[in-house]
């Protein structure tokens, strides 16, 4: 059964930095699309950077320029680099992947199928 677990999120100050890792198990990951989310209470859930089938990454907006994605197809493992990070940068985040090909991050953030999800890690950034 495909599953998916997120780890590294914390408390940090503004300007500081965290990594979030989300492990898959059950799946061997490879030119699947995959990304992080985010959700605060109250609000609609937001798609922050994801990679599409064809390896390509997106960002939205509020975090170009200091959020990296990547993949360890090795370690079946997504990261999500976070620098420069601002109080609204505050949120639970999570990972989802879906199992259909995607050539387009983007799209694939705002309508495509997400068929799986993680429990989500908490990131909280103090001024």
């Known amino acids: 059964q495909l599953q998916l677990v997120e780890s590294g999120g914390g408390s940090v100050q503004s300007g500081g930095s965290l990594r979030l890792a989300c492990a898959i198990y059950g799946f061997a990951y490879s030119g699947h699309c995959i990304g992080w989310f985010r959700q605060t209470p109250g609000k609609e859930l937001e798609g922050v950077a994801a990679?599409?089938?064809?390896?390509?990454?997106y960002y939205a907006d509020a975090v170009k320029g200091r959020f990296t994605i990547s993949q360890d197809n090795a370690k079946n493992t997504l990261y999500l680099q976070m620098n420069n990070l601002k109080p609204e940068d505050t949120a639970m985040y999570y990972c989802?992947?879906?199992?259909?090909?995607?050539?387009?991050?983007?799209?694939?953030?705002?309508?495509?199928?997400?068929?799986?999800w993680g429990q989500g890690t908490q990131v909280t950034v103090s001024s």
């Open positions: 989802a992947m879906d199992q259909s090909i995607y050539r387009s991050a983007a799209w694939w953030l705002d309508y495509g199928r997400k068929s799986y």
């Open positions: 990679i599409d089938s064809d390896g390509s990454a």
